[in-house]
Nanobody
Framework: QVQLVESGGGLVQPGGSLSLSCAPS????????MGWYRQAPGKQRELVAT???????NYADFVKGRFTISRDAAMNTLYLRMNSLQPEDTAVYYC??????????????WGQGTQVTVSS
């Protein structure tokens, strides 16, 4: 069964940068929806950014101009580049992919989450 594997979180100082990646653990047919979300302690999960297969992006106001969502279509890998990180960006970040499986079924999966901590 395909799972989403995230990587790239960690501890960074305010003003620093991190990059996250997310990829399926096995073969898939194609992706139709992509997004990054985050959940801070005691808060609900919130949308960070989405990317369509045609390249259109949507960002939450609190990350506009600082974060960039992108993908490597050939590798079915989704990325989130985070610049100018601030302590309020501290959260567990989750990727979400909607895709067609090799059995021609729709799947909507979440990554396991990766911790991003911004602190001096």
């Amino acid at each position: 069964q395909v799972q989403l594997v995230e990587s790239g979180g960690g501890l960074v100082q305010p003003g620093g940068s991190l990059s996250l990646s997310c990829a399926p653990s096995g073969s898939i047919l194609s992706i139709y929806a992509m997004g990054w979300y985050r959940q801070a302690p005691g808060k609900q999960r919130e949308l960070v950014a989405t990317l369509t297969t045609t390249g259109s992006t949507n960002y939450a106001d609190f990350v506009k101009g600082r974060f960039t969502i992108s993908r490597d279509a050939a590798m079915n890998t989704l990325y989130l580049r985070m610049n100018s990180l601030q302590p309020e960006d501290t959260a567990v970040y989750y990727c979400n992919l909607g895709f067609w499986t090799t059995s021609l079924r729709k799947a909507d999966l979440w990554g396991q989450g990766t911790q991003v901590t911004v602190s001096s």
